[in-house]
Each structure stands twice: as structure tokens, then as C-alpha cells.
């Protein structure tokens, strides 16, 4: 394990003592912005369909005008902006950052796949305070070029903001670019490599589930973490890439604090 990163939330630790101990201790205006940062380190694989993992940083940031508590969020939602909310449905933008493969990766002149930007939208749906559906649909913007999307359900424990804990299933789905891009053996792979030729089509590639908690330790420290186990299926499942330089099974964890501070509208 790398050790820096194995250090890096007691490195955020203590700056954020240090703010916390010259903040102001009152607690905030119904009228103040709440902002709660996190900072962290998490392991995943180096790209999808790899049979080992990398640490990256883990990062989280959530907003909410008021002393009501922060809108819940799992672990694996991406970048989002909520238009419309209204009667526990939501929908907006969406935007991920997609990181890309080399041939030096997986070992063999596969071919490469550039970072590739995500853009599309989401929707969501709030059962009750406890549950909630959310969907979302992206398209890639180099890399990749695909398009893929997202289906989950989260089961959510919490009161308010001094504990959260959630747990949820998930299904991917994604175009026939998508796959062939991070599945597929064209011809000059083909002849690059020992794998055979392999077109993967439309249709899902994974499903999983994630869980994720929250605990505060008082009004500004708290701690963030999550799990999220996932397993390729289909076309992906059965490509000679991955029965040969992969893995169908995909793990991804990570820990950090939070630091949570007003401002004043």
C-alpha cells in the first residue's frame, strides 16, 4: 500500500483541527450556505475490466442552504446539478471523467483508450425518506465515444446529519462502442496479440452494489467511506480480454474525513 496515501486523512486532519479551532462555534443562520468537504484515499481498479487496483484520491463535496440536513448522495453518483425538484423526483445534468487505458497496462498491444469526458443526465426518485431509484445516461466525448448508463436503488439509513449509512443494488448498461472499445479485439489487435477477434454488442456489462456511510464527530469533523463490488456479465464477461488479462470481478473501497463550515449568504 502507498504509504502517503495510507496517511492522507490524518495529513487532512490536521489543518482542518486547526481551522476548526479558530471557527466560529455558533451554530449557523437558517439562512447560511452549509458546505461539507471531504478528502480521502481509495483503492479501484486501474481500468475497467483489470485484475488490479490503484489508490487515487477520494473526494466529496456537498452543499445545502439552512439547518436541514444535506441531500443524500451515494458514493457512486456522479457529478450532477438538480434543475427540477419536486415531490421527491429530480433531474439535471450529469458529468464524469472516465480514466483511459494503455497497451503497458494490461501487457499486450490491446489498444488504447484515452481519458474520456462524460456528459448526459439523471433523474431520481425519493420513495420516502429511505429510498430512492436514480438513473443516469452519459455519453462519451472522446475515448470511448459510447454511450452508458446506470440504474441503482439505495436503502438509506441516517438521523439527519450525525450518521448516514447506505446500501443499494446497481445494473450498467452500454452501446456496442462502448464495449468494443474496452471488450472488444478488432483485426490489429488480433494480430498483435494471442486473442482472437471479439465484437461485443449492446446490452448490460455489470452488476453490483454499493454501500456508503457517514458519522460526524461533532458540528465540523466527521468521516466518509465506501464499498462497491461489481461484476462484469454478458458480452463483457465473455471476452477473451478480459478471461485472459482481466477480471469479471471488480472492487473498489475508500476512507477520508470531512470538514463542514458556513457561509454566510
Not at 60 to 66: A, Q
Not at 231 to 250: E, H, M
Amino acid at each position: 500500500m502507498n504509504r502517503s496515501l495510507a496517511l492522507l486523512p490524518a495529513l487532512v486532519l490536521l489543518p482542518l483541527q486547526a481551522v476548526q479551532a479558530q471557527a466560529q462555534e455558533q451554530a449557523p443562520d437558517s439562512d447560511d450556505y452549509r458546505v461539507r468537504v471531504g478528502l480521502g484515499a481509495q483503492t479501484r481498479p486501474e481500468y475497467i475490466g483489470a485484475d488490479k487496483n490503484q489508490f487515487a484520491p477520494l473526494l466529496d463535496m456537498s452543499i445545502k442552504r439552512g439547518t436541514e440536513p444535506f441531500n443524500f448522495k451515494a458514493p457512486d453518483d456522479n457529478f450532477g446539478i438538480a434543475v427540477v425538484r419536486k415531490n421527491g423526483f429530480a433531474f439535471g445534468p450529469v458529468a464524469n471523467i472516465q480514466s483511459g487505458r494503455k497497451n503497458k497496462d494490461v501487457g499486450i498491444d490491446i489498444g488504447r483508450i484515452k481519458t474520456t469526458i462524460e456528459l448526459g443526465g439523471f433523474a431520481q426518485y425519493e420513495l420516502s425518506t429511505s429510498t430512492r431509484l436514480r438513473a443516469e445516461v452519459r455519453k462519451g466525448l472522446g475515448g470511448h465515444r459510447g454511450l452508458v448508463a446506470s440504474l441503482g436503488a439505495d436503502q438509506v439509513w441516517r438521523d439527519g446529519d450525525k450518521w448516514q449509512f447506505s446500501v443499494g443494488p446497481r445494473v450498467s448498461f452500454s452501446d456496442g462502442r462502448y464495449q468494443r472499445a474496452w471488450f472488444g479485439v478488432d483485426d490489429a489487435a488480433a494480430i498483435a496479440t494471442p486473442l482472437p477477434f471479439y465484437r461485443p454488442g449492446a446490452g448490460i456489462h455489470s452488476v453490483g452494489a454499493t454501500s456508503g456511510m457517514y458519522y460526524s464527530f461533532g458540528r465540523s469533523i466527521g468521516m466518509f467511506g465506501f464499498g462497491r463490488a461489481e461484476r462484469l456479465v454478458g458480452d463483457a464477461a465473455d471476452s477473451p480480454l478480459i478471461k485472459g488479462y482481466g477480471s469479471k470481478t471488480q472492487l473498489s473501497a475508500g476512507l477520508g474525513l470531512t470538514y463542514t463550515f458556513s457561509v454566510a449568504r
